[in-house]
Every structure is written in C-alpha cells, then in structure tokens.
C-alpha cells in the first residue's frame, strides 16, 4: 500500500491452500488464513496472522514411508499470533512475537513467545539477547514401533532457547565476538496409544517409555585479526556442556543447577590464514633466475 498519515506501509492479505499427498494425489486436508502487517511513520512495525487447519492425513508422522497408506489425522486447529519491531535504527531495538494455538475436539493446545532485544552501546559494539519459549499440552507423536503396533505417546512437550550474541570492533581490521547459546527440550509423556487403520489411536496399557529432558549448552568467544590482506589470525574459544537424561519435571532453574553439575568441555584453538600472493613470488623466482 502507498505511504499514509500515519503508515509507512501496511498489507492485508488472505490465503487458501488445498493440500494432497505428493505420491498418490490423495486429498490430505485445507489451510486457510487472513494476515495484517504495518509500519508507522516512527518505522515501529507490527503485524497479526489468524490461520486455520482442518483436519488432515499426516503420512509423515507415523514414520512408515510416503508410499505405505499409513498416516494420523490430525486434528482441526485454529491459530491466533502476533509480532512486534521497534526502530532498528535507534540505539534500542525490540523484536518480539507470540502465539496460541486451539485444536477442535482435542485436548491438545500449543503457545509460545520469543522476546528479542538489542542494544548499539556506540558503532564499535552491540549485544543482542533472545528467548525462544514453546509448550505444547497433550501432544500426540510417534514413540516407537513394536511388532505391527506402531506406538503413538501422549505428552506435553516444552524448550527453551537463550541465545546472546555481540560483537566489538576495535578497528577495521580487528574483532572480537560473542556467541551463546542454551537449549533446552523437555517431553513427559502420561499415555500411550497404537494408530489404528483410520488414523485414530487405541489405547495401549502395555507400552512405557521413559521421559527426555535434553539439554545442549555452547559459549563461544572468536578473535579475528586481519594482519595483512588475505590473511588472518583467528583465536577460538569454546565452553559446552551437554546433559540427557529423564528429568523432565524439572523447573527451568532447577535443570539448569543439574546441567551444571555436568562435566564441561572447553576447546581453545589459535588458526593462522596467510595469503601469498603467486604473480609476487613469480617475478621475484623470476628476478634471481
């Protein structure tokens, strides 16, 4: 849309989509949705997404192959999100979107947020943080498969991701970076369920499995220094930390005092890139020749 009083820009815009299966053209179900997004003229922008699923075929799930015949209906779903951008060019920016997620006749819900914010301390270094937060409540995945009975797991599913990165710039030719990143995946499961030959599930009293709580932690710090064109000197560090076990109830504080009584890794390496220049060496060998 052309520019406004108050906008930028801003776009409406509406979709539909029937979708089949690749292999056998079998109808597997219909998305539809109506999206909004806009700018102000202080270049804050914002935007919304409603989008609707009905209930599908999912061949992919059940892990049998396209080919097989075999898949899980999924559930009719409704999908309400939204997101939010300041002013990248200030000193201050906030990036930040959520989202929640309903599906008819099931228990299933889904929700989540990310929240994003960075700072420019001058054009020398910034720092940007953001965390990822994703809950789903009575999820309904493949487990595993036992003689014929391919085992479907009730389960609430959760992770989080911390990620921090920045960069100092002390001349053109010199950098030093920051990388961080923790992750954590968590599924407790309450039942299990065989998929039945309409893509429904049976209960199975006879099934367990134990819960996951993954946990993957990496800091990383990178020195760069180009000494000469072509040519560098790169200096890597790196922390990491890496627990899975069947933890899955636990807080987020409390999983990560045991993830810190995990055995660390530390990785230090020093890298030097010299680039030589062979028309230079050429006439040089051609000078003394």
Known sequence: MQPTKNFNSYRFGLYNQARFQHYSGIYTGNNAGINFSAQTKERFTFGSNLNYGSENKDFFEPRQGTTSGIYFLQPQ????NGWISTNSQKLFQLDANGYHTT?????????GFSIAPRYRFNNQFSLRYRLNFNK?????GYVDQVDNNIVFGIRDRKNYTNTVSGKYSFSTNSSLSLSFRHYWGAVSYANFHNLNAVGGLDLNTNYTSENV???????DLNYIW???PGSQLIAFYRNSI?????????SFFENLNNLFEQSQKHTLSLRVVYFIDYNKIKKILHTFS
């Open 77 to 80: 779903r409704l999908n309400l």
């Open 103 to 111: 599906f008819s006749n099931n228990p299933k819900t889904g929700y």
């Open 136 to 140: 789903t409540n009575d999820d309904q």
């Open 213 to 219: 709580n993954f946990n993957n932690w990496n800091l």
């Open 226 to 228: 180009q000494f000469a």
């Open 242 to 250: 890496f627990n899975d076990d069947t933890n899955a109830n636990l």
